[in-house]
């Protein structure tokens, strides 16, 4: 399931990021008057920039919704393993090491 949702927020990612690229700035606006574009698109003059903002909206708002559930998933798949502090107790609980005791006689010096 995890899996399934990362795949999805990927895709969201993408689609959000090309919906941005899509969209006119406010810039493009300024050389239309002059002359220099058409401003006649397949939704209408204004209806484009509406429908790729509503567009943008929702696949935010999807984006957003993921980004908590992974968020969730993985702070509950956190709670199932030991925590750190349960992990440093059981370290210095265990048994340390018996110290390395050099063969021979001791060097002088």
Do not use: N, W
């Amino acid at each position: 399931m995890y899996s399934f949702i990362l795949f999805l927020h990927v895709i969201i990612c993408m689609v959000l990021l090309a919906l941005v690229l899509l969209q006119r700035s406010k810039a493009s606006d300024v050389g239309s008057s002059f002359g220099a574009g058409a401003s006649a698109t397949m939704f209408g003059a204004a209806g484009a920039t509406s429908f790729l903002m509503k567009l943008t909206a929702l696949f935010a708002l999807l984006f957003l919704g993921t980004s908590l559930t992974l968020g969730a998933m993985s702070v509950h798949e956190g709670h199932k393993s030991m925590s750190t502090e349960e992990q440093i107790l059981a370290a210095a609980q265990e048994k340390p090491a018996a110290p390395v005791v050099p063969e021979g006689p001791m060097p002088k010096g």
